[in-house]
């Protein structure tokens, strides 16, 4: 397991590798990350704390009140890994590894804009945008096949270098299948959001999304 503070906007966020067998909801160390937001959050140490953890991690649980704010939580698997991401406000998260950028240009034909096609140069552009249309659709604030009725997430930059608005996006290096596999990792907090059960993991939806008819 390995675990880094992400700093997104709206929140730091507790960001947790573990392997991909491992139930994320019952591990320790998610468990701890959870406790300490919820601290972060105004909980009182004790039985109440208990009680919130146990309420975060129930069955398909994401979001919890705690007095004025809430404890978020959510899992992204890729790779052979589970990423877990941790806040005191509502969090997303989302994985893709960078081999499937191929498989995501795909699906970017339906839902990226034809501004966000063009801002595209290399893969890493391609995957990173898709982590942060996941985390957009995951909070409720997208729809896959509606890019025109969302906020740009890819916007040309300084010297045409496209940059991801509220950039959160991360790069992991991880042995799965006998090889070393890249993986963006993108987190994206929502304070005070309500964040609803996680749709399906990138490489579902881009198969998903080319599988649409034209």
């Known amino acids: 397991m390995s675990a880094a503070v992400v700093h ?3 929140a730091d966020v507790q960001l947790l590798s573990l392997t991909a067998t491992a139930d994320w909801r019952t591990h320790p160390d998610v468990r701890a990350a959870v406790a ?3 601290l972060a959050a ?5 039985p109440a704390l208990d009680e919130v953890v146990a309420a975060v991690l129930s069955p398909a649980r ?14 992204s698997h890729e790779a052979g890994r589970t990423y877990v991401a941790v806040a005191p406000a509502a969090v997303v998260v989302d994985a893709c590894a960078m081999d499937r950028w ?7 034909s339906r839902a990226f804009t034809a501004a966000e096609r063009a801002a595209v140069r290399t893969p890493w552009d391609a995957v990173r945008a898709w982590t942060a249309l996941e985390c957009a659709v995951k909070a409720g604030g997208a729809d896959l096949l509606r890019p ?5 997430l890819l916007v040309p930059g ?4 496209p940059v991801v608005p509220g950039e959160g996006a ?3 290096l991880v042995h799965h299948a006998g090889r070393l596999r890249a993986v963006c990792v993108r987190v994206a907090v929502a304070v005070g959001a309500r964040v609803p059960a996680p749709r399906p993991a990138p490489d579902q939806a881009a198969l998903a999304l080319a599988a649409v008819p034209a």
């Not at 105004?42 to 004790?46: L, S």
């Open 8 to 10: 997104a906007p709206g």
């Open 36 to 38: 300490a937001a919820a």
């Open 42 to 46: 105004g909980a009182e140490p004790g």
């Open 62 to 75: 994401y979001v919890h009140a705690v007095g004025g704010a809430c404890v978020g939580v959510s899992a």
């Open 102 to 108: 191929a498989q995501v240009t795909t699906a970017g």
């Open 148 to 152: 025109d009725d969302r906020a740009p």
């Open 158 to 161: 300084a010297h045409g270098v």
């Open 170 to 172: 991360g790069l992991h």
